[in-house]
């Protein structure tokens, strides 16, 4: 069962385009973060998003959280192709009261973006 | 400074047999987890260490696969009768506590073979 429901999967776009990503859950989550993963290397923390309706910019990106704290989306603008890599999502979900630092991962997203 | 380093970066070993892999994680990181990344399933948590005690054992797929952690650092990942499906890049994660919230620093993880 994917805790997590990434999509899509794959994205191919062109330089400059803007594009968005979704994760969603039936479960609450504690906490919610973005990863951005090369080949070759373990996933690099984006952000981290705590709180319900949050929003956090980081330079052409912005994560927002949802209001009740079950679905998150990043949002790229003026891509590039340096920010070409699998984009995931990943929560902290809250289970028996448990919510610690084990992370559920949502499936991914292939970004390309094509000069 | 140094981060999470894991070894070896690549393994191939013929099925049946054991094999062992190492985690280094940041200093002074009381937390430490392993998952595993592959085409099929994601990236997937499978066991989780506060010191040397693993609270969280809950995604280790078979009892073939065992985990331990020394001294508050060092973990070995190790399986046994390697199968076919063990296939996998493994991932090793440290933070500075197991709570959610904290940034997990992964390894560049470790890329296994079953042949």
């Known amino acids: 069962t994917q805790l997590l429901e990434q999509s899509p999967q794959f994205l191919s776009i062109q330089e400059g385009e803007n594009l968005t990503v979704y994760c969603n859950s039936s479960s609450v989550f504690s906490s919610l973060q973005w990863y951005r993963q090369e080949p070759g290397e373990g996933p690099v923390l984006l952000v981290t998003v705590v709180t319900g309706g949050e929003v956090k910019k980081l330079k052409r990106l912005t994560f927002q959280f949802g209001d009740a704290r079950k679905d998150s989306s990043l949002h790229i603008t003026a891509a590039q192709p340096g920010d070409t890599g699998l984009y995931l999502c990943?929560?902290?979900?809250?289970?028996?009261?448990?919510?610690?630092?084990?992370?559920?991962f949502g499936q991914g997203t292939i970004l390309t973006v094509h000069p | 400074g140094a981060g999470v380093s894991q070894s070896p970066s690549n393994k191939v070993t013929e099925k049946g047999k054991d094999v062992e892999l190492r985690c280094d994680p940041i200093s002074g990181h009381t937390a430490l987890y392993w998952y595993r990344q592959s085409l099929g399933q994601g990236l997937e948590f499978l066991i989780y260490f506060q010191g040397n005690s693993a609270p969280d054992k809950s995604g280790l797929p078979s009892d073939r696969f065992s985990a331990e952690r020394t001294g508050g650092s060092v973990s070995t990942l190790t399986i046994q009768r390697t199968q076919q499906e063990d296939s996998a890049v493994y991932l090793c994660?440290?933070?500075?506590?197991?709570?959610?919230?904290?940034?997990?620093?992964f390894g560049p993880g470790t890329r296994l073979t079953v042949t």
């Open positions: 990943a929560a902290s979900l809250i289970a028996g009261g448990t919510s610690y630092g084990k992370l559920t």
């Open positions: 994660a440290s933070s500075l506590r197991g709570l959610a919230g904290y940034e997990q620093y």
